[in-house]
């Protein structure tokens, strides 16, 4: 696991695809000793590609991206905005579209106070200065990220309620919920996680991963290296 990380340091590979023999902390210590995060980045997040039914009508081209659903139980309001930027890339790498995102809530638009729809506020206003090219709008519900009609209603004249392709859950206890209740009631594809935040693309594998898992994996990892090289 050393020796893969150090080969991407040095500039001798670009990823790192492992954790069929090796559980996943001994993966991500060595993806953070050596790799370390990304400039302006100090939060990991996990992602998931939901690959919906061909009859859903919500998403982009039948997909979704969901995060944070593996790694930070409860970010801050600066970590989530790092989560958004890092997943506005994976939506762009490897699901292929341009990224469209809601940061989402029990609140649409100060339909309801509390400390939690306040942080999602602010991590909003962090990742637009973050990246002002960014297409982001929150605090959104669901419905009104997702549903045209239910966005148009809720949050006139945002260019991304009723359109987002792109869903950042406030806590990673929403994010694994959501994107594990989507997958087994719709019958959606979930891929990932998809390791995101590092200096370089390492993702990590079940040990109980199959043959199909693994060559997943590595096609995801590629994209991301190609992404990286795009920069």
């Given at each position: 696991l050393y020796?893969?990380?150090?080969?991407i340091k040095r500039g001798d590979g670009d990823a790192m695809v492992a954790g069929a023999l090796s559980p996943t902390s001994h993966v991500l210590r060595a993806a953070f000793q050596v790799l370390k995060t990304k400039p302006g980045i100090s939060v990991v997040s996990?992602?998931?590609i939901m690959l919906l039914p061909q009859a859903?009508?919500?998403?982009?081209d039948q997909m979704l991206i969901f995060a944070d659903c593996a790694v930070v139980p409860d970010p801050t309001a600066e970590e989530l905005a790092q989560i958004a930027i890092a997943t506005a890339k994976t939506t762009k790498d490897i699901a292929g579209l341009d990224p469209t995102i809601a940061m989402v809530s029990f609140s649409t638009k100060g339909?309801?106070?509390?400390?939690?729809?306040?942080k999602v506020i602010e991590a909003t206003k962090l990742a637009h200065?973050?990246?002002p090219s960014?297409?982001?709008?929150?605090?959104l519900q669901s419905d009104a990220a997702i549903v045209p009609a239910v966005g148009g209603m809720k949050a006139p004249g945002s260019e991304v309620a009723g359109k987002a392709n792109t869903l950042i859950f406030p806590s990673l206890e929403v994010g694994n919920i959501a994107y594990k209740l989507v997958q087994r009631i719709s019958g959606a594809g979930a891929v990932g996680p998809i390791l995101q935040g590092l200096a370089a693309p390492v993702n990590d594998l079940s040990r109980g991963a199959t043959v199909e898992d693994i060559v997943n994996t590595i096609i995801v990892t590629c994209n991301q290296a190609i992404g990286d090289k795009k920069l």
């Open positions: 020796l893969g990380c150090l080969m996990g992602a998931f859903c009508p919500f998403g982009e339909s309801a106070t509390h400390e939690r729809v306040d200065e973050m990246d960014l297409k982001i709008d929150g605090e």
